[in-house]
RNA sequence: GGCUAGGUGGCAGAGUGGUUAUGCAGCGGCCUGCAAAGCCGUGUACCUCGGUUCGACUCCGGGCCUAGCCUCCA
């Protein structure tokens, strides 16, 4: 069994062989800091976190980049408009990432490099393309020239002549060709910049993720990540630059893109306006089920962002912690075996859809099966649940989340179920239910079991 | 206009040339003082029209529809 990947430049899926099994490289592009990330921002956040997983299961040593961009225009603007430097911007937007990704189960990369502290880098990228005649200077700005490079193109299929016919914004004028792009441009007094030979400037977005990518994981890649808005022109672009600054023929070997978080079938962006901020939905749902949303449509699919999605993945989760809640982790040391239907899915392309049907299937065996055998099957349910980045919780814990908004305490309510308990046992039914019916009341569901009473907040 | 993806049961969403996806909801049953939860059982769904085939939801071609990229964007 080997890992298969969808490589959008073949546009087939292949199977994954590293340059190097030893280090395996990976580069992901990660978020321009100026604002709080979205739902459709953090799918290739869990997606390509969860590549890293899968990845660092069979290779010993997988390199994981995912870049923060730190200057930007849309960061001078935001920094403007409070009149602050951008440095308070783009700490507030990466601290507010970080925890959001956090609480998504979305771990750290191992390098996060950020634009700003490559600019040395990325100034010798830009003079080697000039000296290589790949890029020009014109009117303070430099540019890539891309009649120089006859490939340009090939990972988005599209034809250099045809771009000047569909272009739909107005050419700069010191562009020898239409799609020439920007690797470096001039700074006003007011804004950011760094010294450069073309004087002092700031580097164009394309560049940044060319320079890092070379200075932290080498001039060629195995896996380039982002979502399919980057394809062109940013992907198609770090390609050039890439190859044309190095000389090699190839760049990244396998280019994997997600697909978009839409809602109402529009595809969620920032200047649509139809965002939905992780920020926001933590405050009302655990992140954990966000994630199961987000796993619960292949990557390459477009996913459907919905209210109602949302109360599904709750629900499921709430009979797979219910499933759990009799089973505390294990404490024996022992290793327990991922379920392999799970990881065959998972090497299959990331096919999250098939490897949680499998964790449900997990799931059942576990609610059929002998008692006996019971503990063993909920440990292999943790420990492939650990793989996908769920499960992890207490089941305690992930039940009471939800108290939020309930004005009773645990010790409150544990005192009312024992009165219930009381009045059962003397068959005093009328006042059971009075007391079942002022939890529900306030938002609180019963569960009778043979182990006892549980509770939970009520969905909502 | 060019280029890409898609159209699957009430909803979400995989997959396959002839065999149960899975989840949520629904329905029937078990359990329960009654419920809820849980467990058991339950649904021949695959846009349209042609073609290939012993057989197509699955392959090929036409059509219709939807979304995306071509401009900052995950």
């Known amino acids: 069994m080997s890992i298969r990947i969808y490589n959008t430049l073949s546009r087939?899926?292949?199977?994954?062989?590293?340059?190097?099994?030893?280090?395996?490289?990976?580069?992901?592009?990660?978020?321009?800091?100026?604002?709080?990330?979205?739902?459709?921002?953090a799918r290739p956040a869990v997606i390509f976190d969860l590549l890293y997983r899968v990845l660092a299961r069979r290779f010993p040593n997988v390199i994981y980049a995912r870049n923060i961009t730190d200057v930007?225009?849309?960061?001078?603007?935001?920094?403007?408009?409070?009149?602050?430097?951008?440095?308070?911007?783009?700490?507030?937007?990466?601290?507010?990432?970080?925890?959001?990704?956090a609480a998504l189960g979305v771990g750290r990369p191992t390098v996060e490099p950020r634009a700003t502290e490559h600019i040395d880098a990325i100034i010798a990228?830009?003079?080697?393309?000039i000296d290589?005649?790949?890029?020009?200077?014109?009117?303070?700005?430099?540019?890539?020239?891309?009649?120089?490079?006859?490939?340009?193109?090939?990972?988005?299929?599209?034809?250099r002549r045809e771009m000047i016919a569909g272009a739909r914004v107005e050419i700069a004028p010191y562009k020898k060709h239409p799609g020439d792009f920007v690797l470096w441009k001039p700074s006003s007094d007011d804004l950011p910049g760094w010294d450069s030979p073309w004087g002092r400037g700031r580097p164009g977005w394309h560049i940044e993720c060319s320079a890092m990518s070379a200075a932290h994981l080498g001039k060629v890649i195995d896996i380039h990540a982002g979502g399919q808005d980057l394809v062109f022109p940013h992907h198609e672009n770090e390609i050039a630059q890439s190859r044309c600054a190095h000389g090699t023929d190839t760049f990244a070997r396998y280019w994997m893109h997600n697909g978009f978080v839409t809602v109402e079938k529009r595809k969620m962006s920032k200047s649509l306006g139809n965002t939905l901020i992780v920020h926001e939905l933590l405050k009302q749902w655990p992140g954990e089920a966000l994630r199961y949303l987000l796993l619960s449509a292949h990557y390459r699919q477009p996913l459907d962002w919905s209210e109602t999605a949302l109360e599904q993945a709750q629900s499921t989760l709430d009979r797979l912690y219910g499933l759990l809640r009799d089973y505390p982790p294990a404490t024996s040391s022992d290793t327990v075996e991922v379920d392999p239907a799970v990881t065959a899915a998972l090497e299959d392309d990331l096919n999250t859809p098939t490897a949680l049907a499998?964790?449900?299937?997990?799931?059942?065996?576990?609610?059929?099966?002998?008692?006996?055998?019971?503990?063993?099957?909920?440990?292999?349910?943790?420990?492939?649940?650990?793989?996908?980045?769920?499960?992890?919780?207490a089941p305690s814990a992930w039940f009471s989340q939800r108290q939020v908004d309930v004005e009773l305490d645990e010790a409150a309510i544990m005192q009312l179920i024992e009165q219930r308990?009381?009045?059962?046992?003397?068959?005093?039914?009328?006042?059971?239910?009075?007391?079942?019916?002022?939890?529900?009341?306030?938002?609180?569901?019963?569960?009778?079991?043979?182990?006892?009473?549980?509770?939970?907040?009520?969905?909502?």
């Open 72 to 101: 930007d225009d849309k960061i001078n603007a935001a920094a403007a408009a409070e009149g602050v430097s951008i440095d308070v911007i783009t700490r507030r937007y990466a601290d507010a990432y970080h925890a959001d990704m």
């Open 125 to 129: 990228m830009i003079e080697r393309l």
């Open 132 to 159: 290589k005649g790949h890029a020009y200077e014109a009117e303070g700005h430099v540019l890539f020239n891309v009649d120089n490079f006859p490939e340009y193109g090939q990972l988005s299929r599209r034809d």
């Open 12 to 41: 087939e899926k292949e199977t994954f062989v590293p340059l190097d099994q030893e280090r395996v490289t990976v580069y992901a592009c990660g978020p321009t800091v100026y604002n709080f990330a979205h739902i459709g921002n």
């Open 421 to 460: 308990q009381q009045a059962r046992q003397a068959r005093d039914f009328a006042e059971a239910d009075r007391i079942r019916d002022d939890l529900a009341a306030r938002g609180i569901v019963i569960k009778d079991g043979p182990e006892g009473t549980n509770w939970e907040v009520a969905a909502k």
């Open 358 to 393: 499998a964790l449900n299937g997990l799931a059942r065996q576990l609610s059929t099966a002998e008692a006996v055998e019971r503990p063993v099957l909920a440990a292999r349910l943790r420990a492939t649940g650990a793989l996908v980045g769920l499960l992890q919780q």
